[in-house]
């Protein structure tokens, strides 16, 4: 019989609205090679933009919040290993994959380090520099505490590898480094569009994302208006999923800057344009639209935030600038220079094979699963603050848990009376 996994997540998987779920395909990709029976299990409502995950022969599950439902579904499905989508899904459902399932292996999939992107927000909104300090703070006590309650979690970014064994002293074998996943074999970089081929600049990003819509203002208020004066016939298009009001009104076609909304296709929007403009002011993890413009042959431009962890000080898929004149500077070289371009391209696609080829990590990833599920109780025991954790924590959680199912009962039992 083929073992089980179960992935707990509070959305649908949109690899065309985000790079998160762009990751989660990688992800049951990866087990699925392994011969797992994969159930995809969300609290969401049926998203319109959500992938089909039956046609990659994975099973959904609707699933609620406070519910002793699901105690029942997940103590019956008896899954071998459980992935939470994102540490807020491990205190929600934590607790009870736990109780109901105590031998399951369970899995954080960080996407990135919340605290390190909510630290280097504040510090923005505040006009100042990040410093250390503002990484210790109650989003952190919580993040770090669901990594340490899980069994390995699993890590987008080598910055982030260091952080948390450095600053959060994290086990390193409580760790696993899983960056965005390219399989070579069906990667052809060939078909991407020439420097002649191509037109006008362009930036993609869900605007559910803070720094996404960060991003967005910087270029319309500081970019923009330097670059269409140095580059007079070309246009900027901004394509992310989920725009706002506030979004939609930057969209001025008579200054060349356009809001297009989401991507239906982000390798042809992306493979089309001539130059990706991220100047991206904080953040974390690795950006999906950097490495999107690498698989797709498209230079960028980006700050040291948004290139972090990526290249490994390899030279960078175009440039990195840490001001807005070198930045624009670097912008219009790119653009007008077709050597330049071609070098920025190729160092893009040699990224890809030395940092983002699947095949440096899918044995080693295979191999740990395996080890940890022979060795649970034996891993466990090396992680005694997580049983700290787990004891103290799950009990609060689960005592609130219970008080929220019996007063909803009490609400539908009134409402229905």
Known sequence: MNPTLLILS????????????MRMLQLINL????????????????SLFGFNLQTLNVITHTVELNHANFDAFVKQLNPDVVIFDRFMVEEQFGWRVLQQCPNALRILDTEDLHCLRQARQLAYKQNRDFTETDLFSEHAKREIASILRCDLALIISTFEMQLLQNQFQIPENHLFYLPFLT???????????????????VC???????PNWATVQIIKENIWPILRKQLPEVNMRIYGAYPSQKVMQLHKPAERFFIEGRADNASEVIGSAKVMVAPIPFGAGIKGKLYEAMLYGTPSVTTPIGAEA????????????????????????LYQNEN???????NGYDLIKSK??????ADLFSVKIESLKNNLTLHRNTNFMGQILNYHLYRSTEFMSRWIEEKNKKQNENSSS
């Open 10 to 21: 509070s959305v649908w998987v949109e690899p065309n609205s985000s790079a998160a779920g």
């Open 31 to 46: 087990f699925q090679n392994q011969k797992y029976t994969i159930h995809y299990a969300s609290t969401a409502a049926n």
């Open 183 to 201: 399989d070579l074999n069906d990667w052809n970089s060939a078909v991407n569009k020439t420097f002649n081929q191509r037109a006008d600049l």
């Open 204 to 210: 993609i990003g869900n605007f559910l994302h803070e």
């Open 310 to 333: 990526m290249y490994d000080n390899l030279p960078w898929n175009g440039q990195i600038a840490d001001n807005e004149i070198d930045f624009c500077n670097a912008v219009v070289h």
């Open 340 to 346: 330049q371009w071609k070098q920025a391209q190729q």
């Open 356 to 361: 983002y080829d699947k095949d440096l990590f």
